[in-house]
């Protein structure tokens, strides 16, 4: 019979095998499976993990997204309309049990077992962003309640990031999604910029100490954090622009 060990090589490699083959429902069964039998997960079995949910959500999102264009270009067309957001609702039932299958995972297993900070953080990231997909397609009532829950995991994760270095690539991920939650799920701009900056700030005043092993991964999350604060700083100035432009042409009617 084989050790616990062995099986947890065993499932690592089954998981990197259904990675390989783009075989993301497999490599869920096996993540699944690997978290019944180990407690704390080191680096690269949380990415493991990660990298079989994201998958198996990601085209779901991304199939959502484009029915949802789909039904805005051709709202003419009533019958065409119907079919596609039927069809869509569809998706998004497979969206939900995704969403609050992972969360249950991290609630009953994974939160509990991991045994660092940077465990902590990795999960309740993981907590908040899978709230935030939930809440992408549900109404205004379901989305506030459950935009609570993911502000929640977003700062119960950053409370445990205080202690990381800025250039962590786990606590920078965690200002890129947070961040875009404030912007996205909140319509917060500022509180999304704020958050933006001051990670890109602390992390760009201390490149000099990053570690090759996380170079890359750092420099990439900085760029994507720049890239966002100049859309939305952009974005912010038109829409200041258009009110004020609003505003002047009330006053001239008046």
Same mark, same amino acid.
């Given at each position: 019979?084989?050790?616990?060990?062995?099986?947890?090589?065993?499932?690592?490699?089954?998981?990197?095998?259904?990675?390989?083959?783009?075989?993301?429902?497999?490599?869920?069964?096996?993540?699944?499976?690997?978290?019944?039998?180990?407690?704390?997960?080191?680096?690269?079995?949380?990415?493991?993990?990660?990298?079989?949910?994201?998958?198996?959500?990601?085209?779901?999102?991304?199939?959502? &997204?484009? =029915?949802?264009? *789909?039904?805005?270009?051709?709202?003419?067309?009533?019958? /065409?309309? !119907?079919?596609? %957001?039927? +069809?869509?609702?569809?998706?998004?039932?497979?969206?939900?049990?995704?969403?609050?299958?992972?969360?249950?995972?991290?609630?009953?297993?994974?939160?509990?077992?991991?045994?660092?900070?940077?465990?902590?953080?990795?999960?309740?990231k993981m907590?908040?962003?899978?709230? &935030?997909? =939930?809440?992408? *397609?549900?109404?205004?009532?379901?989305?506030e309640d459950? /935009?609570? !829950?993911?502000? %929640?995991? +977003?700062?119960?994760?950053?409370?445990?990031?205080?202690?990381?270095?800025?250039?962590?690539?786990?606590?920078?991920?965690?200002?890129?999604?947070?961040?875009?939650?404030?912007?996205?799920?909140?319509?917060?701009?500022?509180?999304?910029?704020?958050?933006?900056?001051?990670?890109?700030?602390?992390?760009?005043?201390?490149?000099?100490?990053?570690?090759?092993?996380?170079? !890359?991964?750092?420099?990439?999350?900085v760029q994507?954090?720049?890239?966002?604060?100049?859309?939305?700083?952009?974005?912010?100035?038109?829409?200041?622009?258009?009110?004020?432009?609003?505003?002047?042409?009330?006053?001239?009617?008046?």
């Open positions: 019979m084989a050790s616990n060990e062995e099986m947890i090589n065993e499932l690592v490699f089954k998981m990197k095998l259904a990675e390989q083959a783009e075989r993301y429902k497999d490599m869920v069964k096996y993540a699944k499976e690997l978290v019944g039998i180990k407690q704390d997960m080191n680096d690269e079995q949380r990415n493991l993990i990660s990298v079989a949910y994201k998958n198996v959500i990601g085209v779901r999102r991304a199939a959502c &997204r484009s =029915l949802s264009a *789909f039904e805005q270009k051709y709202e003419c067309e009533v019958d /065409a309309v !119907k079919m596609s %957001e039927d +069809y869509r609702s569809r998706i998004e039932v497979e969206v939900e049990d995704i969403c609050k299958d992972i969360i249950s995972l991290l609630d009953d297993h994974l939160l509990g077992s991991a045994a660092d900070d940077e465990g902590r953080v990795f999960f309740y907590k908040g962003d899978y709230y &935030r997909y =939930l809440g992408e *397609f549900k109404d205004e009532n379901a989305r459950i /935009a609570d !829950k993911s502000e %929640e995991a +977003y700062k119960k994760a950053s409370e445990y990031a205080e202690s990381l270095v800025p250039t962590n690539p786990i606590k920078l991920g965690l200002a890129l999604n947070f961040s875009v939650f404030y912007y996205e799920i909140r319509n917060s701009p500022e509180k999304a910029c704020k958050l933006a900056k001051n990670a890109f700030d602390e992390a760009i005043s201390s490149l000099d100490g990053l570690t090759e092993e996380s170079y !890359k991964d750092t420099t990439l999350i994507l954090l720049r890239d966002n604060l100049t859309l939305w700083s952009s974005d912010m100035e038109e829409s200041m622009e258009n009110d004020q432009a609003e505003a002047d042409e009330q006053q001239q009617q008046q």
